[in-house]
């Protein structure tokens, strides 16, 4: 994934990621539940300068960014 020069590589099954060429352990590593790819979005938020906050009412996760401009993501394709 990588956003406004800041870059994070994640593996699926694997709790190492590469974060602006650096290898980072995460705590819980990314998956794929019925086709769908799940990764730690409190992680890849903030390493992307975005923060991040539960809203207990609405049950909800918000990620915010401080610049009025939109966050722009962009992720590789993964060799099937």
């Known amino acids: 994934i990588e956003a406004e020069g800041k870059a994070v590589k994640l593996f699926i099954g694997s709790s190492s990621v590469l974060c602006d060429g650096w290898t980072v352990q995460l ?5 794929v539940v ?3 790819t799940f990764v730690p979005l409190r992680f890849v938020s903030e390493h992307l300068g ?3 906050k539960w809203d207990p009412q609405k049950g ?3 990620v915010y960014k401080q610049s009025l401009r939109p966050l722009r993501l962009r992720s590789g394709k993964v060799p099937g």
Do not use: F
């Open 27 to 31: 705590e819980a590593a990314p998956r």
């Open 34 to 36: 019925g086709g769908r």
């Open 50 to 52: 975005a923060a991040v």
């Open 60 to 62: 909800q996760v918000r």
